[in-house]
């Protein structure tokens, strides 16, 4: 009882309790046997390198596409001055398309514009694709880890 009134008993009881839970605690895994975790995507150099890639290559086809719509509103405007002030859409369409040699290129720059398109069309894709398949990596990845959905 003296030794309580002193305080001398919590001092031995805190260490006896450290010493304990030294002993008995919880183990921690070597870091050598830790499972690493994959990079997220944002890290991964060649998965941001292929979005880089298909980005470039969109800008790419929109600079080129771009260029085939100016053409084309230049036509369409000689087109309408060719026709009634109130011309329909159609109107100006036929206009281009029955005189091709008052408006050389129209057939063609329209080509063109449908292959850019199903390009541009193409390359989103195949990066909604790109990004699906990592995204379905990381899930996998994190399910072999013991992660929960």
Known sequence: ??????????????AVMLLFAVVCGCEKEPVASRQEAPAPRTQDPVYTQALH??????????AQRQKVVEQMEALVARARKALPPDATEEQVRKELLDNPRKYPGWRELSRMLREHNAKAEKDLEDARRLVAARIRQEQADFSKRGGSK
Not at 1 to 14: E, F, H, N, S
Not at 53 to 61: D, G, M, N
């Open 1 to 14: 009882m003296k030794d309580l009134k002193q305080g001398r008993i919590a001092p031995r009881v805190a």
């Open 53 to 62: 890639r298909v980005q470039t290559e969109r800008r790419a086809i929109a």
